[in-house]
């Protein structure tokens, strides 16, 4: 059983910082991608930024130049780091994982999310 665990989130003040963090636990054999997808009420769930195991990077226009996405591999944990924080970043933020369980077997994994609230 693997779970995806977040944390950090939390009230912030418009141009404020907040990192979260993402752990993976369980029978892994390795991780493919991690990435932080972001939702609000009545509106579908949209992609923040994801990373490969590698390194690659992938991040929505809106949080260019102010999110970075790491990953370390050896603690299965993904984190991302929040500057100049705005209001309309406030939502849900979900963990999201491709998983490999075994060498041939490969899941994806959702965490429940954390909230993130950028107000003054």
């Known amino acids: 059983q693997v779970q995806l665990v977040e944390s950090g989130g939390g009230l912030v003040q418009p141009g404020g910082s907040l990192r979260l963090s993402c752990a993976a636990s369980g029978t892994i054999f390795s991780i493919n991608t991690m990435g932080w997808y972001r939702q609000v009420p009545g509106k579908e769930r949209d992609l923040v930024a994801t990373?490969?195991?590698?390194?690659?990077?992938n991040y929505a226009d809106s949080v260019k130049g102010r999110f970075t996405i790491s990953i370390d591999n050896a603690k299965s944990t993904v984190y991302l780091q929040m500057n100049s924080l705005k209001p309309e970043d406030t939502a849900v933020y979900y963990c999201k994982s491709n998983i490999l369980l075994t060498s041939t077997n490969r899941r994806l994994y959702w965490g429940k999310g954390t909230l993130v609230t950028v107000s003054s």
């Open positions: 990373i490969t195991s590698g390194g690659s990077t």
